[in-house]
């Protein structure tokens, strides 16, 4: 215990590996740096995931005011979109350039759903909502993603998303999400206030630790036995 090995004095060590008090404090809270660090990692691992996909915002909104410039045409938009169990109401609209769509464009587009169907299936049974994620979504949807929805789920998806219907007067751009909306978090069970941790993620926490604070412990007391070799000891 790391705690306890800073309180108590090592009398069953021999005298010339005892460490002293200042020793022990230094030895004390670096094992207590280790053990946090390691925690911070295991915990923000989880994380990790989401926010890379939740990165791609920030690349679509740079692109889609990089495409409009120099109007100002990336501006928050007053709509929802339901998808895969979360609603999206902090949207932009990101249009085509004059020049065509551009690469960045195409990328965006690439993590629009190609359809609503499937992430439909959030208000016909109980499964849970899909992470916080999404990026970009279609402007509008067709009649035949709705064709095989029950009447409650198909009036539930019409209540949360106010796209509209497809026509073919309608003009396609993107509907994507602002960088400054809430991205999914690991939720853990454990824990006081905001930091939270759950039982897996202490268990990794501890297998990682304990070899490295033993590495650190065999380092010091391999320090204390070093001895400098002084003229006086030679003759």
Sequence with gaps: NVFLRWVYREDYLP???????????????????????????????????????????????????????????????????????????????????????????????????ADVTGELAHLAGNTEPDPRTSTCFKSCYSSSDLSDMPLSARQAFQRMDRRNLCSSASEAYLLCVSPEDECEQVVYDLGVGEFRTSIVAVLVTIAISVPLQFSFDALFIYTMMIRQTTMSDIA
Aim: hydrophobic share 35%; with cysteine.
């Design 15 to 113: 005298v010339e590996e005892r460490l002293g008090s200042t020793t022990r404090t230094l030895r004390m809270i670096n094992g207590a740096v280790v053990y946090l660090l390691v925690a911070t990692m295991v915990v923000s691992a989880g994380d990790k995931g989401y926010m890379d996909e939740c990165d791609r915002r920030a690349v679509c909104k740079a692109g889609c005011t990089f495409d409009a410039f120099p109007d100002l045409a990336c501006t928050a938009v007053d709509m929802s979109v339901y998808h895969g169990g979360q609603v999206y109401n902090r949207l932009f609209e990101y249009r085509a350039g004059p020049t065509g769509a551009s690469s960045t464009y195409s990328r965006c587009l690439d993590t629009a759903p």
